[in-house]
């Protein structure tokens, strides 16, 4: 049977309009949100169907995985993985929202902790615990997200919940500064780790900086820039759908080494 040319050209326009499906790893930048990164490569890819695996904060960095076209249906799945994170807190301010965001308040403290209590300290919260999110947090409280009402002052604190921390290293402690690495699953808020070692320590608790080295098997070594992204062709920085189903299946069940 003969094909027109009019049928094939048919054909040829069906197969450009379907959009490309897979991962993009972004190094998102200090002070965009993640929202708003997502709608800027989205004009770039011209994929409408995209949405990103967890957000991060305006004031944090790092790796930031945005799914285009089917690799939506992925997102649950890289929000399970493992996530590891450098840190940089004061022990010596506070605020109600624990980092950059809002104005810090000097907190008096008897004495600077010594660095064995610094670690010490740590270990209390590896493995499962329950952690309270910050009050200025986009948690949902009846659908309405927490920060919201706690502009308001309508509410105080939120409930805890289990989260896991599987291990949590200390790098650099000089009073009041201290610096972590912190690899924990689901739901954790280093804003409220940052929170709950200060009180531990009977000090303040400030996050300070804040960048995600990896989500499972995706590193900040392999990420790319918004920049970078723009400037290239889509093919050369997606992660295709089937490799990365294949990634996060083998990362699944995977806890990241603890550093030497």
Not at 14 to 25: D, I, M, S, T, W
Request: aromatic share 4%.
């Amino acid at each position: 049977m003969r094909v027109s040319r009019r049928e094939m050209d048919a054909d040829s326009s069906n197969e450009k309009r379907v959009p490309p499906a897979g991962l993009l790893v972004v190094d998102k930048p200090v002070g965009i949100p993640s929202t708003r990164l997502l709608y800027r490569l989205r004009r770039t890819t011209g994929v409408r169907k995209s949405g990103h695996a967890g957000a991060l904060d305006p004031l944090a960095s790092g790796v930031l995985i945005l799914c285009l076209g089917k690799a939506t249906k992925l997102v649950e799945a890289l929000m399970h993985l493992s996530k590891i994170y450098r840190a940089t807190a004061r022990l010596d301010v506070t605020n109600p929202g624990y980092d950059l965001e809002m104005d810090l308040e000097p907190v008096s403290v008897e004495g600077p902790p010594t660095a064995e209590e610094v670690v010490q300290a740590a270990r209390r919260f590896e493995g499962p615990i329950l952690q309270a999110p910050p009050t200025y947090s986009s948690v949902k409280i009846k659908g309405v997200p927490a920060y919201k009402l706690a502009q308001k002052n309508k509410i105080e604190r939120l409930e805890p919940r289990p989260v896991i921390i599987h291990w949590l290293v200390v790098t650099r402690y000089e009073w009041p500064e201290l610096d972590f690495e912190v690899a924990c699953g689901r739901g954790t808020y280093i804003r409220s780790l940052i929170r709950d070692w200060g009180r531990a320590l009977k000090t303040g608790g400030c996050l300070t900086s804040l960048r995600r080295l990896a989500v499972g098997p995706f590193t900040t070594d392999t990420a790319h820039t918004p920049e970078h992204i723009e400037a290239k062709p889509l093919a050369e920085v997606l992660i295709p759908l089937e490799e990365a189903r294949e990634q996060i299946s083998r990362a699944r069940a995977q806890v990241p080494p603890r550093p030497p």
